[in-house]
């Protein structure tokens, strides 16, 4: 895509333009160019008895897709510190080059859009894959689990957020270790900064 690489330089090297302008930018540059962007990638669970279900949350500027992680994806899974979508963490970073970018990895797919629509479609329940359109939350809430908190030597740190989205028909609530997402106000920044929701901190 090299117009859309040179549209995303563009975007990176202006710098009459805060952090904030350049994601409403990128936002623009997507939609324009007919591709849904990965803005947001969170790695959390959710608890069950007996046993605990991982999953991979995928923020686009439409929706939250969440799906459930197979073996394979739990054992190779790295963490995404704080999520951050390849494009704009590109458009974001000094250090990261565009060669640097997974390409698939920055966008949905059209193939992945009627997957997620089907899901949607018959999704009751926490499904293999669910999809949430943010005109249908009423409301974020995203906190420190603070009894995760450990103090040792080098001082204390929280293990554990926690992710609450209130649908109009259901509720899902996510723990999201730190080591994998970044610590809580990396995580919250990219949060409000990002969604086109509101997100509280309880």
């Not at 333009?17 to 409403?24: A, E, V, Y």
């Not at 947001?40 to 969440?66: N, Q, V």
């Not at 995203?142 to 957020?161: C, H, P, Q, R, W």
């Amino acid at each position: 895509m090299p117009e859309l690489e040179i549209n995303l330089r563009k975007i990176k090297s202006d710098s009459r333009m805060s952090d904030s302008q350049k994601i409403k930018k990128f936002y623009d540059l997507m939609l324009a160019q007919n591709i849904e962007p990965v803005v947001l990638r969170l790695s959390g669970y959710i608890k069950t008895k007996p046993m605990k279900i991982d999953y991979l949350l995928t923020f686009t500027p439409t929706r939250i897709i969440m799906v459930k992680k197979n073996k394979l994806r739990k054992l190779t899974d790295p963490g995404f510190v704080a999520g951050i979508g390849p494009y704009l963490y590109y458009i974001l970073s000094e250090k990261l080059e565009y060669s640097d970018i997974k390409i698939k990895d920055s966008f949905i797919s059209r193939e992945q859009n009627s997957a997620a629509a089907a899901a949607e479609a018959e999704a009751t329940s926490m499904s293999n894959e669910v999809s949430i359109k943010y005109q249908d939350i009423k409301k974020m809430v995203f906190y420190s689990d603070t009894k995760t908190l450990v103090a040792n030597m080098l001082g204390s740190a929280i293990n554990e957020n926690v992710l609450v989205i209130y649908t109009i028909k259901e509720k899902y609530e996510f723990i999201l270790p730190t080591r994998k997402n970044g610590p809580y106000d990396k995580t919250f920044y990219w949060l409000k900064t990002c969604l086109p929701v509101k997100i509280s901190d309880k």
